[in-house]
């Protein structure tokens, strides 16, 4: 007979300690992420010149804990795997959460392990001091508010029913599907080899799906939550195009910061472009800024919020 202790086997752990140790380690690979794009983009660090040597070992170390994490976002970021992502997006069966960005924002914020030490900014602080940033530097109200959102798709790993299957597809650079990758995608070199997309004989091709500037608005990019909190925003806010474009395109790497996919932009793409690449300085160098007061910050955001997003309460 079995003994005791393995016939009576302890109770799953409660949800919510999954989720915030899944939160966590979400945030911590996002972090890691960052600092790799931090240190690559940063033109004061000179990190690929000999002169940087600690910079660019910080970089490696970073690089090396990211590598593990594109190698298998690269392997599974198939245009099979994107459309069933979308379908479970859009299904009618699926009862989309209901909340105000505010609590959104909130909800986001309790999904990390606030007892980790190493936790260096909760994402509501990494959100208003982006937000923050963009408003000293006196840029309009949509693109403000549009700093405190646009990570609030992270939320998706939380919604049982979007079927989210890791951190690959929730954060990291993103790219389109349905074409090459292209060289320029970080990593790519060692890592699209193990995407069946890169053997098939239409997407594996310059254009693939796609026609000659056809506009990105209809190129299927990676599954995360940029892509997602756009779908989300687009129907469910008043916000100008270059503000969906800074939200669905903020971590498109290879298009903002590499120049790649020129052939599939339309003449609009051109004005999102450079909204986008206005607008990821504010991401990606803000960390750096003072802890901002959230209690002190709240009523005029919430203002803000209200300006943008009349009807209140999102369908997630
Ligand atoms: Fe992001
Ligand atoms: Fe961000």
């Not at 030490?117 to 949509?142: M, N, V, Y």
């Not at 970080?186 to 004989?201: E, G, H, K, Q």
Request: with cysteine; charged share 25%.
């Amino acid at each position: 007979m079995a003994p005791t202790a393995l016939r009576e086997s302890p109770p799953p752990p409660a949800p919510a300690v999954t989720k915030a140790a899944a939160g966590q380690a979400l945030e911590d690979m996002s972090d890691a992420i960052d600092d790799v794009n931090t240190i690559k983009y940063d033109s004061a660090s000179q990190f690929d010149t000999a002169k940087d040597k600690t910079t660019f070992r910080q970089y490696e170390t970073a690089c090396d804990r990211v590598k593990n994490f594109y190698r298998e976002q690269h392997a599974k970021q198939t245009v099979a795997y994107n459309l069933a992502a979308r379908g479970r997006f859009h299904a009618a069966s699926r009862a989309r959460p209901e909340m105000t960005i505010w609590e959104a924002m909130e909800k986001l914020n309790t999904l990390i392990d606030e007892s980790d030490p190493d936790t260096s900014l909760s994402q509501i602080e990494h959100l208003l001091q982006s937000a923050e940033a963009i408003r000293r530097d006196g840029k309009p109200r949509w693109m403000q508010v549009t700093g405190l959102i646009h990570d609030l798709g992270k939320l998706m790993l939380f919604f049982d029913e979007l079927g989210t299957q890791g951190q690959w597809d929730v954060v990291g650079d993103t790219f389109p599907v349905g074409c090459a990758f292209d060289p320029r995608i970080v990593l790519a070199a060692s890592t699209f080899a193990a995407n069946p997309d890169s053997r098939d004989p239409v997407y594996a091709t310059p254009l693939g799906v796609y026609a000659p500037g056809c506009g990105l608005d209809n190129v299927m990019l990676s599954w995360g939550h940029d892509e997602y909190l756009y779908h989300v925003v687009r129907d469910q806010s008043t916000l100008p195009d270059e503000a969906l474009a800074m939200i669905r395109y903020h971590s498109f790497y290879p298009w903002h910061r590499e120049g790649a996919y020129r052939h599939l932009m339309c003449p609009k793409d051109w004005d999102m472009l450079k909204a986008v690449q206005a607008f990821n300085p504010y991401d990606l160098y803000s960390k750096s800024d003072d802890v901002p007061s959230v209690e002190e910050l709240k009523p005029y955001y919430m203002e803000l919020i209200d300006e943008f997003f009349p009807q209140k309460v999102l369908k997630w």
